[in-house]
């Protein structure tokens, strides 16, 4: 065998609390796609930024093309040809695309930047992944999933030897992992060394050559793919099996609903989706599913009052609701757990506990304190429920791991005990442990009587939790289907159908 | 997938939205009174004003970091106080010039290295920054100290001929090279467009590699080399050094900088907008003194709503985005 290109050697790296790691052993050869797995706070993100430089090791060296190396930052890492998407997206939404993909390598003419190259050179590497957008367009403007796509056009816009994924696919849809894949392909063939971290078993299993196991901040194991199956591969990352998703299959009150809570007629907004009408009842899971930019999180946004709908009218409870904005939602009882969780979700600078806290205050309004006591027992219930780890309530909230934080945004909203819950993309990041965890706390919400709006890219989960899936193309609503034994593939033919088909109700 | 178009104008529209107060208050004085609208009232914007466009040149990088710069004020003074005394031992004035300049810019780097190094607040910084520089005049001397030299005093009052007769100083033109050379840097270099990243999002600049640090400091070393720059100007203008000039003038460059339509949270601005920022204040300062009757105490009422306004406006537009 060939010499690795990283060879990292006994690795540890400490936080105040917390052992991130240790002594992790990790090998990365050149021509492979290596896949790093394990549950939220194993140690995946760390070991990374270990890596790059973000993180300095208390013990153990990391060897890069069999000479130690100790990066002072990313910098330094992305000098010595590793190029890295890390989890969390870290690009810059003030800027333009064009800019995001070439800041710090931006081609120069006379020592200035030259604007019209630039804009060029990006539009060119936007094509070679795939993405239409216009390079001079801001970031900001744009989508959780468009903004992965870019971090993903400049990681690969380098010459890297090592080219690493932090969860890359976690907003994206099959085609542009697909897109993703055969780069990524090209690249390996090439020679280059991929660090691929994902919780979609499927991805890794369809890209992957190796993999290498953390557990705890522990490394369980390195296998080859072939070597290792999937009930073989969630057993050594859990260190237990994995039995709630078989309980959710048989949800005996699927189907079964009540008085409707909310009922939007011919709600719309002009460019971001075109009227529809739609009844979510109490005790009820309703999936929406589409493709990426079919107008998901658009419509999500008009019942939360987040945009302003310019059609149409919201009854709440058959009495009309004036939608001035969230606060109007929220008092309604409806919350939004949004999928940008950096910009909307969470207060990196709280810890765990006040971050809880300061939901329930907001919906108990600010005169009303939350005694101590109820508030440590409610703070104690949400983290257990939901297992978030740490479950350390002053830990800060940025640093949590990236699933973690997302099961936190959630527990934030349930504290608040809202009649209508919109979840955009609650699993994103989150593992497969995780993930049977909040599919199957969804579906006893809704038999508690809470009514559920579920939206993810991932269409067995929309199908598998929800009473009802919505079907959403070209930001308009083309189908609603229901029934028992709803199936994905139903779904997949309406995603897919030729536009300009007129809406159909379909029950199966 | 869906092909997106960019909405760039909304970026310009707080720059735009400057411009045309700066027209309007100018329209409003031109109407009003005989003679205002003259180009040498335009001129004299700037004469009067070429310090605190430098002044807020520099601010402009800071603010576009995230970053605040309360010291200028007091750097201003202590380099008007630096050149007059340096100038009444007797250094010659090519001599003064960059002594004054390397001072501005030491203090800066120290400021700068000190927020960056140990990650303190930028405010508490240069607070600091502020009340040191302000000592430090009374250290040299408590008085007044008039410039006698020969070549500072032909340069301020030496003019240049525009066409249509309208003259300016040479502080103009000095002011009008530093705004130049800050566009360029911030928007044809590496540097500059690592300034726009920093202030975007300081964690994600460093995560993609970008020398941030080096920007953290640098950006501070700017504001102190234009804050003695500016001093140089305004110790022409004023022809002496003294401890208690340009006190407040801090505040004066950030709200320019703020109503040219930068966000202090950083990454969003122009130093075109911070010098409509300055020429907004100055008409109003004109505008006030031509009506002869207003106390200047409105200047600072006028200038007090519109950056409110201003604050507002932003608002409006990020939440639109
Ligand atoms: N900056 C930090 N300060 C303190 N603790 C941290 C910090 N970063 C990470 N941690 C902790 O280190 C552990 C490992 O986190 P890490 O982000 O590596 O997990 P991960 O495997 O990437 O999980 P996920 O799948 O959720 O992204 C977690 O317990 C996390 O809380
Ligand atoms: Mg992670």
Redesign the interface.
């Known amino acids: 065998m060939t010499e690795p290109v990283v060879d990292i050697r006994g690795i540890s790296v400490e936080f105040p609390g917390v052992k991130a790691l240790q002594e992790v052993d990790f090998r990365l050869f050149p021509g492979e796609v290596h896949a790093l797995m394990g549950e939220n706070g194993a140690g995946k993100s760390t070991l990374i930024k270990a890596l790059t430089g973000?993180h300095r090791p208390v013990a153990g060296e990391v060897l890069l093309g069999g000479e130690r190396v100790a990066f002072a930052?990313?910098?330094q890492?992305?000098?010595a040809g590793i190029s890295?998407v890390?989890q969390?997206v870290?690009?810059?939404?003030?800027?333009?695309v064009a800019?995001n993909i070439l800041?710090?390598r931006?081609p120069?003419r006379f020592?200035?930047?030259n604007g019209r190259a630039m804009r060029a050179r990006a539009a060119e590497l936007l094509a070679r992944i795939?993405?239409?957008?216009?390079p001079?367009?801001?970031l900001?403007?744009?989508p959780i999933a468009?903004r992965q796509l870019v971090a993903i056009a400049?990681a690969v816009a380098i010459d890297a030897r090592v080219l690493v994924l932090d969860e890359p696919t976690s907003s994206l849809d099959a085609?542009?992992v697909a897109e993703l894949f055969r780069i990524v392909r090209v690249l390996r063939d090439e020679g280059v060394a991929v660090l691929f971290v994902s919780h979609f078993l499927d991805q890794v299993y369809e890209i992957a050559d190796r993999m290498t196991v953390l557990r705890n901040g522990r490394v369980v194991g390195e296998w080859t793919t072939a070597e290792l199956g999937r009930l073989e591969l969630v057993q050594a990352m859990l260190g237990r099996e994995l039995g709630v998703l078989d309980e959710l299959e048989h949800r005996p009150d699927k189907g079964r609903a009540g008085e409707p809570l909310l009922v939007a007629e011919q709600l719309g907004r002009k460019g971001a989706i075109a009227p529809f009408d739609l009844t979510i009842r109490r005790g009820e899971v309703v999936g929406l599913a589409g493709l990426?930019?079919s107008g998901r999180t658009e419509l999500a946004r008009l019942l939360y009052g987040a945009d302003k709908a310019d059609t149409g009218r919201v009854l709440v409870d058959g009495e009309p609701l004036k939608l001035r904005g969230p606060r109007a939602a929220i008092e309604a009882g409806i919350a939004f757990s949004s999928e940008d969780r950096k910009g909307e979700g969470l207060v990196a600078d709280l810890s765990v506990r006040d971050n809880l806290i300061l939901a329930m205050q907001a919906a108990r309004g600010w005169a009303r304190p939350v005694p101590r006591k109820q508030a440590d027992e409610l703070v104690a219930k949400y983290l257990k429920m939901l297992d978030i780890r740490p479950a350390d309530p002053d830990a800060l909230a940025g640093n949590l791991s990236g699933g973690n934080q997302q099961k936190l945004l959630l527990a934030r909203w349930l504290v608040t005990r809202p009649r209508l819950l919109v979840l955009d993309e609650p699993t994103r990041g989150i593992d497969v442990g995780a993930k049977a965890q909040i599919q199957k706390l969804v579906a006893e919400l809704a038999a508690d009587g809470m009514a559920v709006l579920f939206i993810s890219a991932e269409l067995e989960e929309v199908v598998r939790v929800s009473d009802r899936v919505v079907v959403l193309r070209d930001r308009r609503v083309v189908a609603e289907l229901s029934g028992v034994d709803l199936g994905v593939d139903d779904v997949v033919e309406l995603i897919a159908a030729t536009p300009g088909a007129e809406p159909e109700k379909v029950a199966s | 997938?869906?092909?997106?178009?960019?909405?760039?104008p909304s970026?310009f529209l707080p720059v735009i939205a400057t411009f045309v107060v700066f027209v309007a208050t100018f329209g409003v004085g031109s109407l009003r009174y005989e003679g205002f609208a003259t180009g040498q009232v335009v001129a004299n914007l700037f004469i009067d004003n070429a310090f605190l466009i430098v002044l807020a040149v520099g601010m402009t990088f800071v603010i576009l970091t995230g970053g605040i710069d309360l010291s200028v004020g007091s750097v201003v003074a202590l380099s008007t106080m630096i050149a007059a005394a340096a100038l009444r031992a007797g250094w010659p004035a090519w001599l003064v010039v960059p002594a004054v300049l390397a001072t501005g810019s030491a203090l800066g780097l120290l400021m700068g290295v000190v927020i960056h190094r140990f990650q303190v607040q930028p405010f508490i910084v240069t607070l600091a920054g502020m009340f040191l520089a302000r000592g430090l005049c009374f250290v040299i001397s408590v008085e007044s100290v008039s410039i006698k030299d020969p070549t500072f005093r032909a340069l301020a009052t030496g003019t240049l001929e525009l066409p249509g007769g309208v003259t300016i100083t040479h502080t103009v033109v000095i002011a009008l090279v530093a705004v130049a050379v800050a566009a360029?840097v911030l928007?044809?270099?590496?540097f500059g467009?690592?300034v726009?990243?920093v202030?975007?999002?300081e964690?994600?600049?460093?995560?993609?590699?970008?020398?941030t640090g080096r920007v953290k400091v640098g950006v501070y070393v700017i504001s102190g080399f234009c804050s003695a720059l500016a001093g140089l100007l305004f110790s022409l203008y004023m022809l002496s050094g003294y401890g208690l000039h340009a006190v407040g003038m801090e505040l004066d460059a950030i709200a320019a900088v703020v109503v040219g339509g930068s966000l202090l949270s950083g990454?969003?601005g122009f130093v075109v907008g911070s010098v409509a920022g300055v020429l907004v204040l100055g008409t109003i300062q004109t505008l006030i003194s031509f009506q002869g009757t207003l106390s200047s105490w409105w200047t600072k009422i006028v200038i007090g709503v519109l950056l409110l306004a201003f604050i507002v406006l932003q608002r409006l537009i990020v939440r639109r985005?």
Do not use: F, K, W
């Open positions: 973000v930052g990313p910098a890492a992305q000098d890295t890390y969390e870290a690009l810059c939404a003030n800027l333009t800019e800041l710090g931006e120069r020592g200035a930047i795939g993405l239409r957008v216009d001079r367009s801001t900001a403007s744009h468009i400049r085609d542009e990426l930019g | 997938m869906t092909a997106l178009t960019a909405r760039a970026r360029y928007h044809l270099t590496r467009r690592t726009y990243a202030g975007g999002s964690s994600s600049a460093r995560l993609m590699g970008l020398r990454g969003v985005s």
